[in-house]
């Protein structure tokens, strides 16, 4: 079980995530100005600011592995 949650939370699972949210604004967007409706910008938001959020304490956690290590 901590092997699973090791890959679901790693680097390489964060830029999968990155690039199908890149994906689906994409898609999303276009979507919109087909219908004529408003782009819904704020869950598109909401998405990305999570995504920093997690390559921030990703970031810590390797800073904090330099450390112990050195």
Known sequence: MKNFIKV???KKAMYVVLVLA?????????????LG??????????????????ADSLDKKEKENKEINN
């Open 8 to 10: 679901i939370s790693g």
């Open 22 to 34: 890149c994906i689906a604004s994409v898609l999303e967007v276009i979507t919109s100005i087909r």
């Open 37 to 54: 409706t408003r782009i819904p910008f704020t869950p598109m938001g909401l998405i990305f600011c999570n995504l920093a959020i997690w």
